[in-house]
């Protein structure tokens, strides 16, 4: 019998993966909670906060992508690694507030080696990237009377909203300023896949 290393959260709109990962990560001796989406894995982390969470980044409702900037600003002590079938290599992608990357598909032994490393002293045989401020991920709001897309951007220093159009030309991330502050916000965009989660 393991002695109990750690309490995971496991966030992923697919029952089969999250099973899967319970029961592997329990058979370790996690204690392992397990939610389908963004917004019940905000009301588990307020229930306990998790030592590490590893969440999907493609999930109905809130995102993966907006899960994990509210836990990089709200509860900054817990370790992350972001899951997704839509992005590969080993390396955390441009602009997700998370510690590590788990390829989906490409089996659990680095999944494994990533958690068991999170769990060590900062002296890991997984280099984890340095933690910096999460852009704020937001979905689309439609468009505007002239027809530009926009979004609704809530400025994280006054908590005041404000619209922002949407440029044809705007990078995967973009940087304004809050117009009731000034505070520089950085921000980016959730597109829709389609509920296909093959790719999640």
Known sequence: MYDLKANLLVVDDEAKIRGNLSIMFTALGYAVRVTPNGFSAL????????????????????????????VRRRFPSI?????????????????????????????????????????RPRRSVVALPLRSVAPIWIPTNGHDPYGEPYVMISCPECLRTFPQVLHKSAAPMSDTKCVHCSHPIQYAIVHSVNGASSAA
Do not use: C, H, W
Request: net charge negative.
């Open 43 to 70: 009301d588990a982390i307020r229930d306990e906060i998790p030592d590490i969470l590893l969440s999907d980044l493609n999930m109905p409702g809130m995102s993966g992508f907006e899960l994990l900037s509210v």
């Open 79 to 119: 370790r992350v690694v972001a899951m997704s079938g839509a992005f590969s290599g080993k390396k955390v992608p441009l602009g997700i507030a998370a510690d590590a990357f788990y390829e989906k598909g490409k089996g659990p032994s680095f999944l494994l080696q990533t958690v068991e490393a999170m769990m």
